[in-house]
């Protein structure tokens, strides 16, 4: 059975920062494409960042230069660092493995930015 969870969300100040991590069990991790993406009270889910097996990166434009995907292969785990936080950045944020047309789902995260 396959398992993303994704501990480490929370409240934070603006300028502040955080670091989601997202564990999985249940898939090859290695080979997976791993994602974080976001969805903010009355919008859509949208991407925020994705890291290849090769370990090839794509940032969102709005998280550019602020947040940073990474991945322990070792450790079946995924990270995504979110430093100079924004009150727009503010949403539940899911973990993403996908395989071809396979896409698994963590069950999310708050992340709340105050001003």
């Known amino acids: 059975q396959v398992q993303l969870v994704e501990p480490g969300g929370g409240s934070v100040q603006a300028g502040g920062s955080l670091r989601l991590s997202c564990a999985s069990s249940?898939?090859?991790?290695?080979?997976?494409?791993m994602g974080w993406y976001r969805q903010a009270p009355g919008k859509q889910r949208e991407l925020v960042a994705t890291i290849r097996a090769t370990g090839n990166t794509n940032h969102a434009d709005s998280v550019k230069s602020r947040f940073t995907i990474s991945r322990d292969n070792a450790k079946s785990t995924a990270y995504l660092q979110m430093n100079s936080l924004k009150p727009e950045d503010t949403a539940v944020y899911y973990c993403?493995?996908?395989?071809?047309?396979?896409?698994?789902w963590g069950e999310g995260t708050q992340v709340t930015v105050s001003s």
């Open positions: 249940g898939i090859i991790f290695s080979i997976h494409t």
């Open positions: 993403n493995a996908q395989l071809g047309t396979s896409n698994c």
